[in-house]
């Protein structure tokens, strides 16, 4: 039985006053005890007012980004340590939007999946193909090479205690979501990867999707039996529908 997670990634979007309202409503609307864990994931500036919004509510913050080295002259960035210390328990690694407009390189984004590891961080692994990846039929070559760069530095135990987020660049912010069957298909072959490792731990990792999801499709992928939930962008931002697709979690 995998534990499921949505979470919402804001993206380089907010401010104060948008914040607070978003919080209000969400925790307004939030069941006592939701069927998933939940995350958001604000820009690194509204940290710490957001873990106090936040305070013994149901859900939980995460950071968008992490530095791969512990402290020092690395001016701009901000390490596991400090996310930690401003109440985060998750960080996204490796987002498309990080790969594609900042060059990240899997060596980079492997370094940052164990500096967040190290600290106690839950780090929510991105992989995923774009489009002209899947039209050339290389979607799980990519996919596995995402993925293994992770498993050869950090370890299948390591990658078990974190989140996969399968995300096909076509369908994020694009409307277009993959279906449940190509979602299903990718995140069964995630798990195969791992379980090619651990077995144990693959079956226990939590693997979730991402791209497009809103509450009229939520439900359909959610219930593919590989996908334990779901990273959210544009949808986060309003709280009926984050609401409206963390209803339809399930633990599968
Ligand atoms: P959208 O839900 O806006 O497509 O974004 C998905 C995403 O990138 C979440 O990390």
């Known amino acids: 039985m995998r534990h499921p997670i949505v979470a919402g990634n804001w993206k ?16 307004a609307g939030c069941p006592a005890t939701p069927a998933a864990a939940c995350v958001v994931c604000p820009p690194f500036v509204y940290l710490q007012e957001l873990a106090r919004l936040l305070r013994d509510s149901a859900f939980s913050l995460g950071g968008q980004d992490v530095c791969a080295d512990a402290q020092g002259a690395f001016t701009g960035e901000v ?21 594609l407009l900042y060059r990240e390189s899997d060596q980079l984004i492997a370094r940052k999946f164990a500096a967040a590891h190290a600290r106690g961080l839950i780090p929510i692994l991105c992989v995923g193909e774009q489009l002209a ?20 530095l950090c ?11 399968y995300e096909p660049v076509w369908a994020i912010g694009t409307g277009r979501n993959a279906t449940p069957e190509q979602a299903q298909e990718v995140q069964a072959f995630i798990r195969a990867r791992i379980a090619a490792r651990d077995a144990r731990i693959a079956a226990a990792t939590r693997i979730l999707y991402g791209g497009s999801v809103k ?9 593919m039996p590989d996908v334990d939930g779901g990273l959210i962008g544009g949808a986060s931002l309003k709280a009926d529908e984050f609401l409206a697709i963390l209803a339809t979690a399930r633990p599968g």
Not at 215 to 223: P, T
């Open 12 to 27: 380089m979007h907010g401010s104060r006053v948008e914040n607070a309202r978003l919080v209000e409503e969400l925790l």
């Open 79 to 99: 390490s596991a340590a400090m996310l930690k210390d401003v109440g985060c328990e998750y960080v996204i690694v490796g987002h498309s939007e990080r790969r």
């Open 133 to 152: 990846d899947r039209e050339a039929g290389r979607t799980r070559e990519v996919v596995a090479r995402q993925l293994e760069v992770v498993l050869e």
């Open 155 to 165: 370890g299948a135990s390591a990658l078990g205690q974190g989140v996969v987020a």
């Open 215 to 223: 509450a009229g499709n939520a439900a359909e992928l959610f219930a």
